[in-house]
């Protein structure tokens, strides 16, 4: 079973800053690497899949890269909208959705 | 638009079960699988089940084997989740999101389904 580490747990920046928040696989997951932000009481939404490609509708401060087993989501200039919870999932690999326990990107 | 709308919170008790529902709209159903994610409070999503809307066939995390089933209902583009045997521990919000068939991309999530589980 592929196992996906996040890392920090807890990010603590200001409005304006760069924000980079890391998923590390236990496996290869390939390309196969998502990031989703959940604010609170709201479903997750897709911000990037196939590890750097934008989902509709996301703003270009946002970016993703890596491969294989090493993942970043950098976020280039933080909005006050921009502070939420955001997970890695793999997709593609049985089991097919793994996701991570999570980045809390909060307002310092 | 894609929209997947689920039904309202349900409160049970330890040992009952319950059926969630999921309609689809604003894409052909069956061109789509539906996956089940549950995420209890504090906690990353968990994957359940997933769902091929044409076929109806079915896949299942194997900590729910033989308490879960997912089925569907293609003339109203609608797909359910029952789980049986229920404890407090199933106590999460329960998501139905559209997973591509090409390559298992999550894309949309429902707005989720708060079920309660409680003597």
């Known amino acids: 079973e592929i196992v996906l580490t996040q890392s920090p747990g807890t990010l603590s920046l200001s409005p304006g800053e760069r924000a980079t928040l890391s998923c590390r696989a236990s496996q290869s997951v390939r390309n196969y690497l998502a990031w989703f932000q959940q604010k609170p009481g709201q479903a997750p939404r897709l911000v990037i899949y196939?590890?750097?490609r934008r989902a509709p509708g996301i703003p270009d401060r946002f970016s993703g890269s890596g491969s294989g087993t090493d993942f970043a989501l950098t976020i280039s200039r933080l909005d006050p909208e921009d502070f939420a919870v955001y997970y890695c999932?793999?997709?593609?690999?049985?089991?097919?959705?793994?996701f991570g326990q999570g980045t809390k990107l909060e307002i310092k | 638009q894609v929209h997947l709308v689920q039904s309202g919170p349900e409160v049970k008790k330890p040992g009952a079960s319950v059926k969630v529902s999921c309609k689809a709209s604003g894409y052909i159903f069956s061109n789509y699988d539906i996956n089940w994610v549950r995420q209890a409070a504090g906690q990353g999503p968990e994957w359940v089940g997933w769902?091929?809307?044409?076929?109806?066939?079915?896949g299942y995390a194997e900590k729910f084997q033989g308490r879960v089933t997912i089925t569907r209902n293609t003339s109203i583009n609608t797909a359910y989740i029952e789980l049986s045997n229920l404890r407090s521990d199933d106590t999460a919000v329960y998501y139905c999101?559209?997973?591509?068939?090409?390559?298992?991309?999550?894309?949309?999530w429902g707005q989720g389904t708060l079920v309660t589980v409680s003597a």
């Open positions: 999101t559209r997973v591509s068939t090409y390559d298992a991309l999550t894309d949309y």
């Open positions: 999932q793999q997709y593609g690999t049985s089991p097919l959705y793994n």
């Open positions: 769902m091929n809307p044409n076929s109806g066939d079915t």
């Open positions: 196939g590890t750097s």
